[in-house]
């Protein structure tokens, strides 16, 4: 009898079967496609991809779990080796890291700079506006003020020709 038909098992074509509860939701995520094991044993090209998609995941599950023996067996033995090989990733960042934080702080201090100079532009623009307002507020001031010294001294000279009058000294002509 077909494991399919007495079973609903479905085979993710990248990690063999696995019942569809089970699915984890990264293996949805990346997009694997799913068949049921009927539909992969009818199409070779089917049945060969997952056989190929399987070894695969096996070649990395393997490689991955040498790197771990690896990492464990060289950090136990050579203590020393891996502290020397972490001290010089630690420089090669440091070296890879400096002229980059370099040209970030200079950028920045680019910007500080500017921005210095827009505020302090936005402040003498904003004293001269203060300025110009007390200038055009003073303006009809200063009108009435003129206006009335040459009342003043048209005044006084009236005055001083009425005097000269009543003194009996000659009049000027008047220009009033």
């Known amino acids: 009898m077909d494991l399919a038909a007495s079973e609903n098992i479905e085979v993710d074509a990248a990690a063999g079967p696995v019942e569809e509860e089970r699915a984890s939701a990264a293996e949805r995520h990346r997009g694997r496609w799913r068949r049921t094991v009927q539909q992969i044993h009818e199409d070779p090209?089917?049945?060969?991809?997952?056989?190929?998609?399987s070894e695969l995941d096996a070649a990395r599950a393997r490689t991955r779990q040498l790197a771990r023996d690896h990492m464990r067996s060289h950090v136990s033995v050579g203590g020393e080796e891996a502290e020397r090989q972490q001290q010089m990733r630690e420089e090669e960042m440091h070296a890879w890291k400096s002229p980059h934080r370099e040209k970030s702080a200079a950028a920045a201090r680019v910007v500080a700079s500017?921005?210095?100079e827009e505020q302090r532009a936005e402040r003498v623009g904003a004293r001269l506006g203060e300025a110009l307002?007390?200038?055009?507020a003073a303006l009809?001031?200063?009108?009435?003020?003129?206006?009335e010294r040459r009342a003043r001294e048209r005044a006084e000279k009236a005055r001083d020709e009425l005097a000269l009058a009543a003194v009996g000294g000659p009049v000027a002509e008047r220009r009033w």
């Open 133 to 136: 307002a007390e200038a055009e």
């Open 114 to 116: 500017e921005l210095d």
């Open 140 to 147: 009809p001031a200063r009108a009435d003020a003129e206006r």
């Open 45 to 53: 090209a089917l049945l060969q991809e997952f056989a190929l998609r």
